[in-house]
């Protein structure tokens, strides 16, 4: 396999990532409306577990983009 080809592969592999980390973020903001409109009175408490679990599922995301143009473009 030509090592141009081996590239373009790891780099779509690695891209996977980001496609995991749009379906997390789906999943969590979804499950935070949800659960919200069932109890309000919990949204601060529910509020701030989303927002770090929002910024852990982007840095996956980040750190698999990160990865995949490392592999296209540095070696």
Request: charged share 5%.
């Amino acid at each position: 396999m030509d090592l141009a080809a081996a590239k373009m592969i790891g780099a779509g592999l690695a891209m996977i990532g980001v496609a995991g980390a749009g379906i997390g973020l789906g999943m969590l903001f979804s499950s935070f409306v949800n659960g919200v409109s069932r109890n309000p009175s919990a949204a601060p408490h529910v509020r701030v577990m989303t927002m770090v679990g929002f910024a852990v599922i982007e840095a996956m995301g980040l750190f698999a983009l990160i990865i995949a143009l490392v592999l296209l473009f540095v070696m």
